[in-house]
């Protein structure tokens, strides 16, 4: 082989590996998600969320009431941070799973809540102290909360 050829060859590998490296971060969903700067465990959260596959746009601002308001999430499924995914709503310490199945199954729902800050959850975990069992909600227009799956 010239080295001309050897050239275009390896020019060839190495632009499909790094086109093949952009196609996989732009099919990654998207989770734009509104904490409070001195949150450490909406930090930790966001840090859940990406080795999970997600990408992640944090917007820190000292009050999420208007965009918890805006996202209609009920007062009773509130948590510390606000995340939006594909239309829906991720409210609080959410398992990435859960957003995962959320994605795949496509519930006619507003979104999937978290409601308070549960000892275990992602982003809550304690060291030395056990998980506590908690519930993912799942939201609709109206406010109206059904299980969406146990922890």
């Keep these: 082989m010239s080295r ?39 930090s930790q959260w966001v840090e859940h969320m990406r080795a999970s596959g997600f990408t992640v746009r944090a917007t820190n601002l000292d009050d999420l009431t208007d965009v918890k308001a805006k996202h209609r999430v009920p007062s009773q499924a509130q948590s510390c941070h606000t995340g939006v995914v594909n239309g829906y709503v991720v409210e609080g310490h959410v398992p990435a799973a859960d957003v995962h199945r959320l994605l795949k199954e496509r519930p006619p729902v507003v979104g999937v809540a978290v409601a308070g800050m549960p000892i275990g959850s992602p982003g809550m975990e304690v060291k030395g102290v056990k998980a506590h069992a908690y519930d993912v909600l799942s939201f609709d227009a109206k406010g109206v909360t059904r299980v969406f799956a146990k922890h």
Excluded: D, H, Y
């Design 4 to 42: 001309t050829a050897l050239i275009i060859v390896i020019s060839a590998a190495a632009l499909t590996t790094i086109g093949a490296r952009t196609a996989q971060r732009s099919q990654q969903p998207v989770l734009e998600v509104f904490k409070t700067p001195t949150c450490g465990c909406c």
